[in-house]
């Protein structure tokens, strides 16, 4: 991802300003640490889904950041999951793996209210870490200011750490400290994407994961983890008024037959409200009128299948 979009610019660009600051940062971190709310909140757009539930993130998502005289490509990754139960808990490590491979900037992201572990799965990946790593610890509002030193010093005694910002990514504290600390690190380059685009993926990508965050807000249990949202139609139109209209119609698969009546709820109503939810979302989101319809069908084990994983977008 990040070597194609270097080529390209290098070749469209070759007189670029040396001022000119531009690369890919990439963010890790555990599940649940926050990554996806530090991700939204430094490039003001909701480019990744949100719930308490953790491994709510499935995909590397691309959210894009211009300011005068840089350009920061960010990467929100899946949390970095110890024991993988399915293969698709096992693309979703791979995604965090490829992360070492472009970037030019980490974001570790650490949740300081959790317990620290020698055993931590994110020590032996980050110590193949090329590039220098800014230790983000997160939820700063939540516990007492010596704690900030203990962990700091505690990751810094195992990985080569450049530097640390301690932050409230849900309120917004001390990002400008950490965009600070990012462009210190960022090499002098030109844009890899014009200034107007905000993320890599289609509008479909971001059609589904609305759906599907629903899912994780309104559903206990295992039925979150057992769906995946599939579009199988986006059309653009026009309401009777000339108004612009996209008409979506959108897949939950499940594992099994018993998680299809809990999804539809009694008489529908549990997906009706699903349905409901998602499409004020969306029309915010693509700004205009949305039909959603909604369907549920079974695709069993869909989480081991390889082929399946594909379809669904994870490479």
């Known amino acids: 991802m990040g070597s194609t979009a270097r080529e390209a610019a290098a070749m469209e660009d070759t007189t670029h300003s040396p001022a000119f600051r531009s690369g890919f940062v990439n963010i890790v971190g555990h599940p649940n640490a926050g990554k996806s709310t530090l991700l939204n909140a430094l490039v003001g757009e909701r480019m990744s889904i949100i719930t308490p539930k953790p491994q709510t993130t499935r995909h590397r998502i691309i959210g894009i950041l211009n300011g005068e005289g840089y350009q920061i490509v960010f990467s929100d ?17 791979r995604y965090v793996e490829s992360t070492l491979e472009d970037a030019d900037v980490f974001l570790l992201v650490v949740d300081l209210t959790e317990p620290l572990m020698e055993t931590d799965p994110l020590i032996p990946l980050m110590t ?30 195992r990985l080569s750490i450049a530097d640390h910002v301690a932050l409230s990514a849900l309120k917004g504290d001390n990002l400008h400290v950490l965009l600070e600390k990012i462009l210190r690190y960022l090499p002098e380059g030109p844009a890899y994407y014009p200034p107007d685009q905000l993320s890599d993926r289609p509008e479909r990508f971001f059609t589904s994961e609305i759906i599907r965050e629903k899912i994780f807000l309104l559903y206990e249990e295992e039925i979150p983890y057992a769906c995946e949202v599939g579009i199988e139609s986006f059309q653009e139109t026009t309401t009777k008024e000339g108004l612009p209209l996209a008409r979506i119609h959108a897949v939950i698969y499940v594992t099994r037959e018993s998680q299809k009546p809990i999804l539809l709820g009694k008489g529908g109503s549990a997906i009706k ?22 369907t549920v ?18 490479e």
């Open 77 to 93: 990754t899946p949390g970095y999951i110890k024991t993988p139960a399915y293969a698709m808990h096992r693309v979703m490590n």
């Open 128 to 157: 193949k870490a090329q590039s220098p790593i800014l230790l983000v610890l997160n939820k700063s509002d939540l516990i007492q200011a010596s704690r900030i030193e203990e962990v700091n010093l505690w990751w810094s005694k």
């Open 273 to 294: 409200k699903l349905g409901t939810l998602a499409r004020q979302d969306l029309e915010h989101f693509l700004q205009c009128k949305v039909f959603l319809e909604l």
């Open 297 to 314: 069908k079974v695709r069993e084990n869909w989480r081991d299948d390889e082929s399946v994983l594909k379809r669904f977008g994870y």
